[in-house]
């Protein structure tokens, strides 16, 4: 009876440790995460807010600007790997100093040469965050507890979309003695200059440095990262571990996955005013309304990613969602009524969403060590990040109202990245079918401790479907 009873004391511990490293980590990575989206997106509604006709900036000009961000992006997603070397806090908080800076920075621009070089700037330093949050995250989380607390974290941008959309609507009915859209900029990267001196205070380097939890939540909180990852070494990078990543088939399909999802879905945030404004809604209802579908895609995003950790499955979900975003797409391009575009809007939110967050958790759960996995997601995030390259020259203004070939490419994207999510799906089954047959049955909830070494070539290692 004591036995028992001391059992059910040290997981009511541990749970207890757990609860508290949630309640503050993701909150404090979210929000950071939905500053830097904000900073991001905001182009969209300064354009439709006056910038663009201020600058006489053509469509195929703006399709540079938002292309421009990306190509920062994806030029520094090496970043990710220095989450392995170096302080954390420190790294984070010039992050987002960076950012923020180059955001507001916008307000003042005077040429379409400016507004490009303070774009990339944006890309590079989000790119030394955002991308390496994933990461992260598997430092202190099981694999069967990413899904929703990654979830939890991207779906803060959702939220970002649909605050930007909603101060963007407030922004552009003041009366100052600046432009609107410059106010909108000052406005909207402020908060990421002021919020870095969180993370310098508060963001643990590693899950035995948790300022907020107790000597002894600190100790369950690193040990059971020990058993859900196995063991890792700070400050160092397994360079075999970093190129085999190069040579796994699976980085690449998962990437081509992120290329058609991003293909599809980079852009929207930019562009979904302007769709609006499209269909007959004024320059300032569709600032409003472009909110709506970003709080259903919240929503889903976190259900589907609670639904995906209780099954211990990714690809069916993914695949679920890309069939229900290329829906979306398909009514866009096909229906003229209002009512019926306004709703595709939120099937593709509400599909696109939750299909990325999980498509990042599968590529943290199928790497077996840390530098492994730094490595998958730079693969994952170069290739995918050129999506958004692609998608921001869809909608030219030329294609208005309906810009049918460009919903018609985006849900071809996202059916193909179905094709590509089943494909994978079933070979991650028959490789551990193979692996069960001739080492034994083995546990995906059960991390070998040496697995930092082997990775996931590991014999008992079991790949998360």
């Not at 900036?57 to 790997?81: A, E, M, P, Q």
């Not at 330093?125 to 430092?139: D, I, K, N, Q, R």
């Not at 003041?174 to 859209?181: G, L």
Request: net charge positive; with cysteine; glycine share 8%.
């Amino acid at each position: 009876m004591k036995l028992h009873n001391i059992f059910v004391d040290e997981e009511h511990e541990e749970k207890r440790a757990l609860r508290k490293l949630d309640w503050n980590l993701i909150p404090l990575l979210g929000i950071l995460y939905l500053v830097s989206y904000i900073d991001r997106g905001n182009i969209g509604n300064a354009y439709i807010a006056g910038m663009g006709e201020k600058w006489g900036i053509t469509s195929n000009d703006y399709s540079w600007v938002i292309t421009t961000l990306y190509i920062g992006h994806i030029s520094f997603h090496w970043l990710i790997l220095l989450w392995t070397v170096v302080p954390l806090p420190l790294w984070t908080a010039s992050m987002a100093i960076g950012w923020g800076s180059m955001s507001m920075l916008q307000a003042a621009h005077r040429n379409f040469a400016g507004l490009l070089t303070l774009r990339f700037l944006i890309g590079a330093f989000e790119a030394g965050f955002v991308p390496a949050v994933a990461l992260y995250m598997t430092f202190f989380y099981h694999r069967g507890e990413m899904a929703l607390r990654y979830g939890l974290f991207i779906s803060f941008s959702p939220l970002a979309s649909c605050f930007s959309s909603a101060m963007a609507y407030g922004i552009v009915h003041a009366k100052t003695h600046v432009e609107n859209w410059q106010l909108l900029f000052i406005i909207e990267g402020g908060p990421s200059i002021i919020l870095a001196v969180i993370p310098y205070f508060f963001l643990p380097a590693s899950p035995s440095q948790c300022r907020f939890l107790t000597d002894q939540e600190n100790k369950i909180i690193s040990q059971r990262a020990i058993r859900g990852r196995g063991i890792r070494r700070q400050n160092t990078i397994n360079f075999k571990q970093v190129f085999a990543a190069f040579y796994d088939y699976k980085n690449y399909a998962q990437a081509t996955i992120s290329f058609c999802l991003n293909t599809a879905f980079g852009s929207l945030p930019a562009y979904l005013p302007t769709i609006l404004t499209s269909m007959g809604y004024t320059s300032l209802n569709a600032q409003g309304l472009s909110a709506c579908p970003y709080i259903a895609a919240y929503v889903v995003c976190v259900s589907a990613s609670f639904l995906s950790d209780k099954v211990r499955a990714r690809g069916i979900f993914i695949i679920f969602f890309c069939c229900m975003g290329a829906l979306g797409y398909i009514l866009l391009a096909t229906v003229h009524a209002t009512g019926v575009r306004f709703f595709a809007t939120f099937l593709v939110c509400a599909g696109v969403f939750p299909a990325v967050a999980l498509t990042f958790t599968w590529v943290t759960d199928n790497q077996g060590s840390a530098s492994k996995r730094g490595a998958g997601l730079a693969i994952f995030g170069m290739i995918g990040q050129c999506g958004p390259i692609l998608g921001s020259r869809l909608f030219p203004k030329t294609d208005e109202p309906w810009y049918s070939k460009g919903m018609w490419i985006c849900a071809g994207m996202l059916l193909g990245a179905a094709v590509v999510a089943m494909t994978l799906s079933f070979s991650l089954r028959w490789q551990n079918k193979q692996r069960d047959k001739k080492y034994g049955k083995g546990d995906p909830n059960t991390m070998p401790i040496e697995v930092e070494d082997a990775g996931d070539d590991h014999p008992m290692y079991r790949y998360i479907l």
